[in-house]
């Protein structure tokens, strides 16, 4: 397998800029997702890799060797599309077979490479099958099959589970996840779910406007973004975001929103004490704001409010409410026996120790 480095990646066309300055190392055997939202660049980043899109400017490296100048058939890679891009008129066998075939193996080790293949991903049955037979899963496993067969040191996903259903595309997340530990291969996945990014990476790129916004674990990438915008994309729903206006009283640092005011933990001071009198970006995710009714008030990083409920969404193990200050709308993530109603004004709680805040202009996080 191999390890996968991009070096001051630019891709250009004409005057415009679709990935600038882009740097990362994806380490051998790892599963790394690319992710953020539609025409962010991630696909480009990938046909790059794969030998698909010309490099404007930096360079790409395989296993150490520097590919830019390399025919894609030869960079030893193998990338499943979001289409599946079988041929119609073959059976999922010869469809998993015609790479090999083109490269000139033997009958004997296609038909191995199809077997093997087939028994990982468990299509046996279907090998005799043509594309117009085969569901949208099944035509999923013959396109990962057909990678697998040719034992390349990358695969490359680009966005494969788009086009299936919320049930199957959560049974193929845990399938690729099965797959990558049994393959032990190097993994560059790409999609705009941010579900599927939290549950499959090791490492998560975060890409906004051909830029990397943050490199990091799930956890990580959760519990600290580095700026505005990873915040707002990872996690669903996503966090609330509240402008505040930084205000200094009684040796207490207050965060007003306008309809309720919070006093600041005193581990926020020191960074937040040159905003006094500015408007900064107070973040809390929904899980963190709670219903005072059922909340423990021992917690002292705690602070309440009051907001009407707009909306309440049932998900069965929990409600989603949807509330409004009166300036501002956000989401509280609720246990479903709540029994809150549309228009009801309720005291809420903010666990103040989960806070995030960021620089109104740059959007960075101040801690």
């Not at 994806?26 to 990938?46: A, H, N, Q, W, Y």
């Not at 390399?70 to 193998?78: H, L, S, V």
């Not at 729903?237 to 207490?252: L, R």
Request: charged content about 25%; overall charge positive; glycine content about 6%.
């Amino acid at each position: 397998m191999a390890a996968i480095v991009l070096k001051d990646v630019w891709k250009r066309y004409g005057d415009l800029d679709i990935v600038k300055n882009f740097n990362i190392e994806v380490l051998d055997r790892s599963f790394c997702i690319f992710v953020g939202p539609s025409e962010c660049g991630k696909t480009t980043i990938l046909r790059m890799i794969a030998g698909l899109e010309e490099v404007s400017k930096g360079y790409i490296y395989i296993d150490g060797l520097k590919v830019n100048d390399i025919a894609p058939k030869n960079r030893d890679i193998a990338m499943v599309f979001q289409n599946y891009a079988l041929y119609p008129h073959m059976t999922a066998y010869d469809n998993m077979g015609f790479s090999l075939k083109l490269r000139g193996y033997s009958k004997k080790e296609i038909h191995q490479r199809v077997y093997e293949a087939a028994e990982i991903l468990d299509i046996g049955y279907l090998l005799e099958k043509r594309p117009k037979q085969l569901s949208n899963g099944q035509r999923q496993r013959v396109a990962i099959g057909r990678a697998i067969v040719r034992k390349p040191k990358v695969f490359l996903f680009d966005e494969p589970l788009s086009s299936l259903d919320a049930k199957l595309r959560g049974q193929m997340r845990a399938e690729l996840k099965k797959l990558h530990e049994r393959l032990q291969s190097t993994i560059i996945y790409v999609t705009h779910d941010q579900t599927e990014a939290m549950t499959m990476g090791d490492k998560i790129c975060v890409i906004n406007d051909g830029r990397i916004q943050q490199i990091a674990g799930p956890v990580e990438l959760y519990d600290n973004p580095t700026n505005k915008f990873v915040a707002g994309f990872i996690g669903n729903p996503s966090m609330n975001f509240f402008e505040v206006d930084v205000i200094h009283k009684n040796d207490v640092i207050f965060l007003n929103e306008g309809t309720f005011e919070t006093p600041l933990p005193v581990r926020f001071r020191e960074k937040v004490f040159p905003y006094i009198g500015q408007k900064i970006i107070m973040g809390i995710r929904p899980e963190n704001i709670y219903d005072r009714l059922f909340y423990n008030t021992t917690n002292k990083e705690v602070s309440s409010f009051s907001a009407t409920v707009e909306v309440v969404e049932p998900l069965g193990s929990e409600k989603y409410l949807h509330l409004s200050t009166g300036k501002n709308e956000f989401i509280a993530k609720v246990d479903s026996h709540n029994s809150v109603k549309t228009n009801q004004i309720i005291d809420l709680v903010f666990n103040l120790a989960k806070i995030l805040l960021f620089d109104i202009k740059t959007g960075i996080q101040i801690i």
